[in-house]
């Protein structure tokens, strides 16, 4: 829980949770586990404990006069889910000491990721990072999984996690862009045929500033060149994963959101967010409901284009309300049209799996990440596109 993290040196804000880095969050769970040890003087309350909180063992106790879990168990005085925590964990360890016992011979352990860390005083965007190591924004967002949003903490120093041996490129890549655009300027790799005005067209900026950045004299570009983009804040190219889904989706406002905090939150800009819905600054008072379209890839675009265009006539305002059937943990509703597949969005929240997800919208863990660039690791904040069975 967020009070007891913070108890033990982990920080929780709107970019970083480090309840989601599983070495920070073993180290603090191990050091809750002795505590807890030194209260109760027994594992096995120390790990019901940890469940449940100690108030509830220890008033477990005291009503009792046992300091024995398994008394405590069969008295039924504790929480049906901490009754099965306990013995969840001991099975969980005699099989992992006894594979052989159990068929698991053939289950291959996971290995720790190699990785450089690099401390930052400013906030970076992780595309921008992944163009100057030559990552993917995946590969970045599994090494980093503290990160709730696709940039770093725009406060304060944060230890980033890049591939192994890259840190030298990194730096002198990163070297080239001022600090304080590092949230908004790209690296480009030129691809045959392009240009300087091409290039620019794309990223939304003029060819004089990609000329001046980069001090070209106006020749010919060479292919697999790489040029410093200087984007302006608030705007994407259509190469910059700001191409947006013809869809709606409506947002209902939290107490504390701002036009800028939503804008990150969904990937979009602020900009975009302000035109979409007639807004001005950065205050949503009075405003129960956002519109807005979510950012796709390049391959769900062309797929949406191709969709499109073999449609002799579409509908001009989208009718039906896509609903998850069993949960109300979605705080994002779809607006899809009827002909089409029913789509939602779901915005991830902390604890929840692959597994829990897909079994809340009757669906399953192999199509939820096929509709999702076959992502690998859920992070708290995550909007995941969910297409419904008919």
Excluded at 254 to 274: E, H, I, K, P, Y
């Amino acid at each position: 829980m967020g009070s007891r993290a913070r108890g033990y040196g982990l920080s929780h804000s709107m970019y970083v949770d480090d309840r989601q880095d599983p070495e920070k969050s073993t180290r603090a769970a191990a050091r809750h586990l002795k505590d807890l040890y030194n209260q109760f003087g027994d594992w096995y309350l120390a790990m019901a404990a940890y469940n449940s909180g100690p108030g509830t063992v220890q008033a477990a106790v005291k009503r009792t006069g046992y300091a024995d879990f398994w008394e405590l168990y069969n008295r039924n005085v504790l929480p049906k889910e901490t009754k099965n925590y306990v013995p969840i964990i001991l099975a969980v360890t005699i099989m992992a000491k006894n594979p052989s016992q159990y068929g698991l011979d053939d289950v291959a352990m996971e290995h720790r990721a190699d990785y450089d860390t690099v401390t930052i005083n400013y906030p970076v965007d992780l595309r921008l990072v992944a163009d100057c190591v030559g990552a993917t924004v995946s590969e970045l967002q599994d090494l980093n999984p503290s990160l709730l949003r696709l940039s770093t903490p725009r406060t304060g120093a944060f230890q980033l996690h890049i591939p192994a041996g890259s840190k030298n490129e990194y730096e002198s890549a990163i070297a080239a862009i001022p600090p304080e655009m590092r949230l908004w300027w790209r690296y480009h790799q030129v691809h045959a045929g392009e240009t300087v005005v091409s290039i620019a067209h794309s990223y939304h900026t003029t060819a004089k500033q990609i000329e001046e950045a980069n001090h070209l004299d106006g020749g010919e570009l060479e292919a697999e060149a790489r040029l410093v983009i200087p984007v302006a804040p608030g705007k994407h190219g259509s190469n910059d994963a700001a191409t947006y889904a013809r869809r709606i989706t409506r947002y209902k406002v939290r107490r504390g959101d701002t036009v800028q905090s939503v804008a990150d939150n969904f990937g979009v800009s602020a900009q975009q967010l302000r035109r979409w819905n007639g807004l001005r600054g950065d205050s949503l008072h009075g405003r129960r409901v956002l519109a807005l379209h979510l950012p796709i890839s390049p391959s769900a675009r062309d797929t949406e284009v191709a969709s499109s265009r073999a449609k002799v006539k579409r509908p001009k305002t989208e009718t039906a309300t896509a609903k998850p059937p069993t949960t109300k943990s979605s705080e994002v509703e779809s607006v899809i049209s009827k002909s089409e597949t029913p789509v939602v969005h779901h915005k991830v929240r902390s604890g929840e799996t692959f597994y829990s997800i897909a079994n809340a919208y009757r669906t399953t863990v192999a199509a939820l990440k096929r509709d999702n660039r076959n992502i690998a690791v859920l992070h708290p904040g995550m909007i995941l596109r969910i297409q419904l069975a008919r």
